[in-house]
């Protein structure tokens, strides 16, 4: 005779459900991208349990880059607008001893049916309207990426190419400042490709030219995805770094 296996119980450590329930404000922006949440006392109260449990979830959501630990003045939800942050999923460094900063041009911004790949990628149904950018980001006048982003147009319903080409900053800050939207993590592949006539067009390179292909997805809070990117990045005078931990 088999002897059916009795279901096992289920366990989350006390710290973990408060970090859960602060994930849960954040979610819900009862604590705003720049601002400070409540003191360790705070939440202990509120949450009735120990400030030692408290500071264990913050201790985890300040290891995830969600929350921020300022010494003397309190944990502060991360921002991109803090220029730490702004470029913080930004992975190109120059092979000389110089300061990468990147200058944005947006070429288009449209609305189109997603198509069933798109849709499923951001969790959309398949044809639901999604916005379709394209960018060109320089470093002293010279091209170095191109770039195609899908956005849900529910998300950022009045988005226009105006606004973007007005915007000065990375493109994360412009969804916190703009749309209240705050990424948190993402998930990239990555692969060599060589350049059509429409990217070295763009680019200014010839056909062929050896190129990096970047797919991203990126997430907001409860792991809901917001943002796919396609960029080609050429290398030639940069590397793709990624510092592993």
Request: hydrophobic share 40%; proline share 5%.
């Amino acid at each position: 005779m088999t002897i059916p296996s009795l279901p096992v119980a289920s366990f989350s450590p006390l710290y973990q459900q408060i970090k859960a329930m602060i994930l849960a404000s954040l979610q819900a922006s009862e604590w705003l991208p720049g601002m400070p949440i409540p003191s360790e006392m705070e939440l202990a109260a509120r949450y009735l349990v120990s400030q030692g449990t408290v500071r264990k979830a913050i201790d985890e959501l300040a290891a995830e880059n969600l929350l921020v630990r300022r010494q003397g003045k309190g944990t502060f939800v991360a921002t991109y607008q803090e220029e730490g942050w702004q470029y913080r999923f930004l992975r190109l460094e120059l092979d000389a001893s110089q300061k990468l900063h990147l200058i944005s041009h947006f070429l288009a911004c449209e609305t189109l049916k997603s198509t069933p790949v798109l849709a499923q990628m951001l969790k959309l149904k398949a044809g639901d309207p999604v916005i379709r950018i394209e960018r060109i980001q320089s470093f002293q006048s010279k091209p170095i990426v191109f770039e195609e982003i899908w956005l849900s147009a529910a998300r950022f319903n009045d988005l226009t190419l105006d606004k973007l080409n007005a915007w000065s900053g990375p493109m994360y800050a412009f969804y916190e400042s703009q749309y209240s939207t705050h990424m948190v993590r993402a998930e990239e592949q990555i692969k060599a490709i060589n350049a059509d006539q429409h990217l070295a067009n763009h680019l200014g390179l010839p056909v062929g030219h050896a190129l990096l292909l970047v797919d991203r997805v990126a997430f907001t809070y409860g792991n809901k995805p917001v943002e796919i990117r396609c960029a080609r990045y050429n290398t030639s005078e940069q590397s793709y770094v990624n510092k592993l931990n």
